[in-house]
């Protein structure tokens, strides 16, 4: 279709021209072939013999060619066989300008039918570009606005690139500050979020690296075959990409790459993939943005967790050892005292005692701010501790016993710790439990209690902190909670690959 | 006939001052060991009646140590392991009773009365 677009524009001198002459030539060949004149039968034959070759110049060259020819056969049937009405005169020289200008006129009918045909069909082509474009936009920008996460955004651009422009395979590649490449997403089963290593010259990304803009490479020839089955795939035989920078605020963001594994990509994709490139800028930069806030939101509960964490060690090897050591130090004192200071004895006793109430606070607070047995026994021992401190029976039913990415762990633990909280103190339940399962790469943990209901996780401060950090984890949280039947509390984390942060997809 | 112990601890401060108080007791404390490592190998070599390990020992656990220095009970490196940890019992008590450890000791409680009552051996009226 492009290449029609590109020929009407490269129209009419050339085209008309040898239409010009290809007809001249045709009344010629006509003239000399005739022998015969006025037999019915023969005319008739001839005639037949004539539409046909108007036809298949018509059909094969375009209605510059098909005109002129109609014009030539009827010139030359007029002339030869409609005897003795008209007959081409040959010692006449007016008769050859007249079937000249007679042709030129067909040519000219001709070129501006051609153009016309083929104006109507770029046009038509375009619509149907455009709308496919369209929807394939409005596709992508439904997902996004369904907050699907930047690796099912990213999956989906690479898809509509693929089909739109009818290669086997189609990739979204991320440009890395350190001069590396990562795949975003792709058309391909396998094709994950993962690093593609350096950007060796060959590639279709090097050369859109190099020169800014679109570009295609048919020869893989010269890039070695471990190459182009990192970049392009082991089944690529003899592959043809094209590869459009995708701009994002005014930086080069990465490359959209459609591939053919076997063969040339048709000659148009070049600029398809630039428009429709162009168009998806948009939604890669949205799908970016928010893998890198989702990245950073995990970041900060990590780093938060983490603070917690030290500041618990902190306090046990420093103050914490330091009370008990106390303590010990001065019951040796208290021993050592000679019988007769019984009053002595008795208000250091009295000291030691205020000692490890103080050492008992300290450690309550430490157990607040991050429970020991989380990091010493994991989800599953904490859980159960957790339950056994609970002011109410609380049932625990734990699945996996190993230990998770602390993350996880963590947040399952305060969402569990939370959730028995508000049970105890302001739904006054009875009972509660604590399901924890493991399922498809994600973590459910379950609280349920007997209480009053009428939870609002958008209210609750605590349930609200709650949701924060399940999603900044890539989970989700639900609250079902009518009132007087009381509430179960739902989360998921995912566990196999985003469990250090959605780092993956960034 | 004192107990023979070892004291598995990374906190130097509490390890002296333990020794300090238990040997006051009467129980022989052959060697303070900083990490697991260290406690297996003092085990190997002093083959003591009693590890106090504590819960908590920074980059391992002390629960893991517990299970190194009474593996296999009948070439155990200790002949008892007493949990210790400035924690409170309940908080590891899941942990504990799955551990190899006789029982746990809260630091503060630390003494020869109570590791003696752990042991099931007769107090031996020190001091008090």
Known sequence: ?506 | MAIRCLIVDDNPRFAQTAREVLQEDGIDVLALAGGGEEAVRFARELRPDLALVDIDLGRESGLDVAFRLRAEDPEALVGAVILVSTHAEEEFAELIAASPAVGFLAKAELSADAIETLLGRPAQGQAE
Not at chain 1, 77 to 86: K, M, N, Q, T, V
Not at chain 1, 295 to 307: E, T
Not at chain 1, 379 to 397: F, K
Request: with cysteine; charged share 20%; hydrophobic share 45%.
């Open chain 1, 1 to 506: 279709m492009g290449a029609r677009v590109r020929r009407w524009k490269a129209y009419p001198v050339a085209t008309a021209a040898v239409a010009f002459v290809t007809s001249g030539a045709a009344f010629a060949a006509m003239a000399v072939a005739v022998p015969l004149r006025g037999e019915t039968v023969l005319v008739v034959l001839w005639c037949v013999l004539c539409a046909c070759a108007v036809g298949v110049a018509a059909w094969r060259f375009g209605s510059v060619f098909g005109v002129p020819f109609a014009i030539v056969a009827a010139l030359a049937i007029d002339s030869f066989y409609i005897a003795p009405y008209r007959s081409f005169d040959s010692q006449n020289w007016v008769n050859y300008p007249v079937t000249a200008m007679y042709i030129a006129i067909g040519v000219f009918v001709g070129a501006i039918l051609d153009v016309t045909r083929l104006r109507a069909a770029a046009s038509e082509t375009a619509r149907s570009e455009l709308a496919e474009e369209q929807a394939a936009l409005r596709r992508v920008a439904t997902l996004i606005a369904e907050g699907a996460p930047p690796v099912e955004v990213f999956a989906a651009v690479a898809r509509e690139t693929r089909n739109l422009v009818g290669a086997d395979r189609a990739r979204i590649i991320r440009l890395e500050p350190d001069g590396t490449a990562s795949l975003a997403g792709g058309t391909a089963d396998d094709d994950g979020p993962r690093p593609l290593g350096l950007i060796e010259p060959g590639l279709a990304t090097a050369e859109v690296l190099r020169t800014g803009r679109t570009v295609r490479i048919d020869d893989y020839s010269g890039v070695p075959p471990e190459l182009v089955t990192r970049w392009i795939g082991a089944d690529a035989s003899s592959p043809s990409a094209v590869a459009s920078p995708v701009i994002v605020a005014g930086s080069l963001w990465g490359t959209v790459v459609a591939s053919s594994l076997d063969g040339r990509l048709p000659d148009d994709t070049e600029r398809r993939m630039a428009e429709f490139t162009e168009l998806l800028a948009i939604a890669i930069a949205n799908a970016s943005s928010r893998a890198e806030l989702a990245a950073s939101r995990a970041r900060l509960v990590v780093a938060g967790d983490q603070a917690r964490r030290r500041f618990e060690r902190n306090l046990h090897d420093g103050v914490q050892q330091r009370l008990v050591s106390l303590a010990l130090r001065l019951r040796r004192i208290e021993r050592r005292l000679p019988g007769e200071q019984s009053e002595l004895r008795a208000s250091l006793s009295e000291t030691v005692q205020e000692l490890n109430a103080a050492t008992d606070e300290v450690r309550e607070i430490a157990q607040g701010i991050h429970p020991a047995i989380l990091t010493q026994g994991g989800l599953a021992p904490a859980l159960r501790t957790l339950a056994l401190r609970s002011s109410m029976p609380v049932d625990v039913l734990v699945e996996p016993e190993e230990r998770l990415p602390e993350p996880v762990e963590v947040a399952a633990y305060y969402v569990a710790a939370e959730a028995l909280t508000n049970a105890a103190k302001h739904a006054g339940a009875s009972r509660a439990s604590v399901t924890l399962e493991r399922q498809d790469g994600l973590l459910r943990l379950s609280v349920r209690d007997d209480g009053l209901g009428g939870a609002d996780p958008s209210t609750g401060s605590g349930l609200t902190g709650i949701r924060d950090r399940v999603e900044a984890l890539g989970g989700s949280l639900a609250v079902t909670s009518p009132r007087g039947e009381g509430t179960v509390l739902e989360v998921a984390l995912p566990v196999a690959a985003g469990a250090d942060g959605p780092k993956a997809s960034g």
